[in-house]
């Protein structure tokens, strides 16, 4: 029976975590260059961009057992298409949103990146003020009026992601 090559796998993992900071710099210039530039000839292909990209790094982080990360993208992704489905992609609110969810995203990539190990729930908590404004603002854009989602339902995924993922950490550090 062969043993796993630990040292292979660890490189791997850098490899992949390199790969996701690489692509989380190419979502924040394709959004910069989306606000700077307005172009709606090419709207359609830039956000479809953004959106292969965000799913990209999105298995990323999910290969490196990055949760609460994982979650951040998969949400990220999902307002990205409902923008592209929607054709407003130039709306600065929708952007400016966009942006700051994107910075907290990339901001736990690097942390994690430094420092092996990332405390979400606190980002999460900030990434859902700003998800909770933009969803509102799409719904605006559809036509639709978007419920916010129930605080006690975000409560709980929070909860359930800190118990899971940052409290053995914590545990591991006390002894």
């Known amino acids: 029976m062969m043993l ?10 850098q ?27 090419n709207a359609s292909t830039q956000l479809m961009g953004l959106i292969e990209t965000l799913h990209t790094l999105k298995g990323g982080v999910a290969y490196l057992d990055l949760v609460g990360i994982e979650l951040l993208a998969q949400r990220l ?10 054709k407003a992609p130039f709306d600065p609110d929708c952007l ?3 942006t700051n969810i994107h910075e907290i995203l990339e901001d736990l990539l690097f942390t994690y990146a430094q420092e092996g190990q990332v405390a ?3 980002a999460l908590a900030r990434a859902q003020l700003l998800f909770t404004q933009l969803e509102s603002k799409l719904g605006q ?22 118990l899971r993922t940052e409290l053995p ?5 006390l002894e």
């Open 4 to 13: 796993p090559d630990f040292n292979r796998q660890d490189e791997s993992c």
């Open 15 to 41: 490899r992949v975590l390199q790969n996701m900071l690489d692509l989380s710099r190419q979502i924040g210039r394709g959004l910069l260059e989306m606000q700077r530039d307005k172009d709606d000839r």
């Open 77 to 86: 992704e999902g307002n990205v298409r409902s923008l592209w489905e929607l």
């Open 96 to 98: 400016a949103r966009l």
């Open 120 to 122: 979400v729930a606190g």
């Open 141 to 162: 854009i559809a036509g639709i009026r978007i419920a916010a989602p129930k605080s006690v339902e975000l409560d709980k995924t929070v909860l359930q992601l800190v």
């Open 169 to 173: 950490q914590i545990l591991d550090n």
